[in-house]
């Protein structure tokens, strides 16, 4: 037994009965009470992602909507579809920064399991699956890390079983890691036998994501989320909660969100297995977040302090404007978030992203 694991026999019945992480996660962040579909605030009232930091990021991915744009040739309607839109705040912002003649073209889409806030724009609409044979660009900003999946750890013998979780919290080990999940870890997530080493098993994952790309007829779908890939695995997994602005526990009880980072590399593959035997998928890119967003305009660079003199008020408004994009770039934070981008049909995604310094912003 491993340290913070327990027998059945110490757990009260009340908490319910032993389940694997992605049924009892599932229930918790989407069932009836789940944490998405309580709760007025929505997900911001327990994380900041790069959304909420700043509109300097709606901005950017409306930016990267007019290329796509062009890249299509000006497609009428064009799509924006936002994945696990929370209270809309992206596709919101996205639809405010475009310019007027690609917003008049485009059609918005918000997909949520929660239902839509009040006074959202009528032209957003609100949809519980994404749209499917629409044409432009699909923007998934921290949805995949909440797609529940399996956890394994090591035992003692060596070998990899799943974990079990009651609705407390507690955890023991279960069977051993069997079938197409035993295959995903040997390709994707290689567990040595050592005894405590623990993975998510993000097979999951990857189905939705080649699900959400399978939407699209033809453009670009970004994956931007907390990420590793198979040279950098974390030994000991990622699992994790959030509540009120604070890292917590993960409990899978509904009170708190339940987050893994995502294997990006493992769902770029998932999309290429999908596509018929006999074509070729456009190739797909995993940048930092950093680098996609100076690629897209954003930096942290400040005002020249002679703007204090002649222009103070704008001068407070670029030294904002440079704050808030250096908390979006910024290594160690929001910057070393992972962009999968995946086109569909003749775009090229590295043609998207013009432009990148290749100096680290200070």
């Given at each position: ?60 991915v ?27 705040e992206?596709?919101?912002g ?5 310019p ?23 032209r ?74 623990r ?15 399978a939407?699209l ?5 970004v ?13 000991f ?17 509904g009170?708190?969100d ?22 070729t ?29 002649t222009?103070?008020?704008a ?47 200070q």
């Amino acid at each position: 037994m491993t340290a913070g694991t327990t027998g059945a026999e110490e757990v009260p019945e009340a908490h319910g009965g032993w389940r694997g992480w992605r049924e009892a996660a599932q229930e918790a962040l989407y069932g009836p009470a789940g944490f998405y579909r309580a709760g007025p605030e929505g997900p911001a009232g327990h994380f900041r992602t790069s959304v909420h930091a700043s509109p300097l990021f709606a901005a950017a991915v409306a930016r990267l909507l007019c290329r796509v744009d062009e890249a299509l040739g000006r497609p009428a309607p064009l799509a924006f579809v936002d994945m696990a839109a929370g209270r809309g705040e992206l596709v919101t912002g996205v639809l405010a920064a475009l310019p007027a003649a690609v917003s008049a073209r485009t059609r918005a889409y918000a997909v949520e399991v929660a239902g839509p806030p009040e006074g959202l724009d009528h032209r957003i609409e609100w949809l519980a699956e994404a749209p499917r044979g629409v044409t432009g660009l699909l923007f998934a900003n921290e949805w995949l890390d909440n797609v529940p999946v399996e956890v394994a750890e090591v035992d003692a013998a060596g070998v990899a079983r799943r974990v079990l979780v009651r609705g407390d919290g507690t955890e023991r080990l279960g069977e051993p890691v069997a079938g197409a999940d035993a295959a995903w870890l040997a390709r994707w997530w290689p567990l040595p036998g050592e005894e405590g080493l623990r993975a998510e098993i993000g097979l999951p994952r990857d189905t939705a994501w080649a699900s959400a790309v399978a939407s699209l007829d033809a453009g670009l779908a970004v994956a931007a989320d907390y990420a590793h890939t198979v040279g950098s695995r974390p030994p000991f997994g990622t699992l994790t909660g959030f509540r009120a602005g604070r890292e917590t526990r993960p409990v899978p009880d509904g009170s708190c969100d339940i987050t893994a980072h995502v294997a990006l590399d493992a769902c770029a593959s998932a999309h290429a297995a999908r596509c018929a035997p006999d074509r070729t998928p456009p190739d797909a890119l995993v940048r930092p977040q950093r680098e996609a967003l100076r690629a897209l305009g954003l930096t942290g660079a400040r005002p020249p302090l002679a703007l204090a003199s002649t222009d103070p008020a704008a001068y407070v408004r670029a030294l904002t404007r440079a704050s808030q994009a250096a908390e979006l770039l910024a290594p160690g934070g929001l910057g070393d978030f992972g962009w999968l981008l995946q086109p569909v049909g003749a775009v090229d995604a590295a043609a998207l992203l013009v432009d990148v310094a290749d100096d680290e912003e200070q």
